[in-house]
């Protein structure tokens, strides 16, 4: 081997040696959080959202906050809480009629919670009052039109019809 040959190969080891460096460098700290995300999670310690009991929610000590809920269709809102990253406990009282709900949040997650009650009262004030007519009716009002235009299309151009 020539004395050039001997230099490209070293000038590419030590290329390829700060490359590798580089990529350590860079990628070690987004690898570790990866591996402290995934213990957490497998370990149970992660902040949960969602529907949890009321045991679970005082754990922390933290202060919890009640709304009442008088509604029957609570999946609904449990769906819209948990889009919102709210941590909530659900109680249900039996003795009265209609039975009445009890939605438990920790008081640090106020803002959040009342942006998922905002949405869960707009999407029950706006159940059913679509302004779109049914599929069936679109399409028949569809067909009416079509006829109405071909028939004055035939009358312009003189054809009789049958």
Known sequence: MSGVQEYLIDQELKATSQLAEIVIKKALPTMLDVAAGMAK???GNGDK??????????KDGDKLSEIPLNSENIKSFTRIARKHGVSFALSEDITKNPPRHTVYFKSK????????????????LNKGKSNEKPFKERMTEAKDKATVNDKEKTAKRGVKER
């Open 49 to 58: 959202a969602g529907e949890q009991t009321l045991k679970q929610l005082l």
């Open 109 to 124: 997650d106020t803002e959040s919670m009342s942006a998922a009650f905002k949405e869960y009262i707009s999407t029950e």
């Open 41 to 43: 999670w497998l370990c």
